[in-house]
């Protein structure tokens, strides 16, 4: 098939025409291959208009011509770098890296430049001689040194070999694009029945699945109201602000607001870059502490300390105040929907909308329901989570709801081996992070803070839990909350964890890992026994965007499943 696909472009390439694409939207992957057969490329630019190679997130790289056209026509090291990262590319940003050859304005006649370039027989240009070196023997070799020991530090080639086949296709045929071609065909067709490529298209389609939750209802909000600014709500509301809301954020007075103000601008400047849109950003965050702004929001979510009786006093309060079509929401990790909306008139109304932390980075949000919540309430919670770029997962409301429940599992299986075998924390997370997880059990405690792993403990409430709550209540009551104080089970410096290199030596880290998420399965599969989540693409699709199970794996009962599949 991809050398059918190789014909194919070869003929569009050597048609005895000028040949001239435009490009109005979306150019990824072989829409990009396709255009790079063509002699000049002319690109829109709009918000809309992106062009990359998104293969490597499929397990793959660009099979259809795109690894020898790219080099050939933006040299090795730039191209390279696209097809490595997946980056989406505006049309300037294109333009300046030589993959399109003319950039017209928003209101611009594609036609007619499209015209002027055919009857002017237009030819791309090509890459200039610094970037033509790139693709020399001696440049290559350095580079793909290079590329490899960056790629090695984010990803394990075991798990993730898509990069590294790229990387010594083009080191050693990279100004050659006819055996550039014969690579791909051999390379690709391989990666594309691997493991890891099954996996990670899964991924793909259960993100899909999650976004089509939301799209069950029209709602939109111009206005949210959060109330809590700590870490969790300062971080929603700076979140749904960057989402283009206005958000009022209240607390109990303007010196627990202020430091959720000060994260805010670090995101927006990091984010948005231009003074004008980080200043747009800022006006549209309002500090609220008399919580005024709760009466005109189309969305209310409540993200204090995690205590019932404060949570059930406060929508007393709030219930009167909101209008009768606004979202009404709750952000607790842990606690039992019932127990919240009991207080409320109407019960039915109140959603959970867990987001998870740091907000800016974690894409799922639970949208947790109970038996007495509204479809319309779940559908509109879940349209909600799709306006501000976030993945909803409808969860039935139990202790935990999926994510913190599977986590909570798995967290205290790495407490216990620590405690009563002396394993060292170092060995622990190290062998996480072999199995495919991006941080270890320990360290992911530390990072969403001990106070917080405290909490969920206490509803989950078990002889299991009770000993190492006691140890975590020690370190709360020391001030030692984990990454947010600076110190937990690690010592954390400039964020970062202080690890001693040493402590893994000795460990066969492969059997520890397995040990290790044993508890992780069997949680996941209690959950999808008691229908916390409607199936199992469900439940795989929020461990790994909740939890960050490991891509390439496809999912926890994906990946049991198949491991089942090699033993029969």
Known sequence: FIREAHGLFDRVEALPFPKV??????????????????????????????????????GIYPGFGGSARATRQIGGFQAMQIMLTARMLKAPQAKAMGLVDQVVGPHGSLRWAARRAILGSRRSSGPGWPARLTNLGPARKFLAGQMRKQTAAK??????????????????????????????????????????????????????????????????ARRAHVIGAGVMGGDIAAWCVLQGLEV???????????????RAASLFRKRLRTPDRIAGARSRLIADVEGLGAARAGVIIEAIFENLEAKRKLFTELEPRVKA????????????????????????????????????????????????????????????????????LPVRSSPGFLVNRVLARYMLKAFQLHRERGIAKEALDQ????????????????????????????????????EDAVILKSYVEQGKLGKKSGEGFYVWKKGKPQKDPAATAGVNLETLGAELMQPYFDECRACLADGIVADRDALDAGMIFGTGFAPFRGGPLYYLEKMEQSHE
């Open 21 to 58: 694409v435009v490009i109005d939207g979306y150019c990824l992957g072989g829409g990009l291959e396709l255009a790079l057969c063509f002699d000049y490329r002319i690109a829109r630019n709009t918000d809309k208009t992106r062009l990359g190679f998104p293969e490597i997130k499929l």
């Open 155 to 220: 990803a394990n080639p075991r798990h993730y070999p898509a990069p590294f086949e790229l990387i010594d296709a083009w080191e050693q045929f990279g100004n050659d694009p006819r055996q550039m071609l014969d690579e791909e065909a051999r390379r690709v067709a391989r990666l594309i029945i691997g493991n890891t490529s099954q996996g990670l298209r899964r991924v793909f389609s259960l993100m899909e699945q999650l976004k089509a939750n939301g799209k069950g209802s029209d709602f939109r």
């Open 248 to 262: 009022t954020l209240q607390d109990r007075e303007m010196k627990y607001i202020e430091p959720a103000l000060k």
């Open 325 to 392: 079509d606004a979202i009404l929401a709750t952000n607790t990790s842990a606690i039992p929907l019932r127990d919240i909306a009991g207080v409320l008139e109407n019960p039915g109304r109140l959603i959970g909308l867990h987001f998870f932390n740091p907000v800016s980075r974690m894409p799922l949000v639970e949208v947790v329901y109970d038996d007495r919540t509204g479809q319309d309430e779940i559908a509109r919670g879940a349209a909600f989570c799709n306006q501000i770029s976030r993945y909803p």
């Open 431 to 466: 062998a996480a992070v072999d199995f495919g997880m991006p941080m270890g059990p320990v360290e992911l405690a530390d990072t969403v803070g001990l106070d917080v792993g405290l909490g969920v403990m206490g509803t989950l409430g078990s002889d299991q839990t009770a």
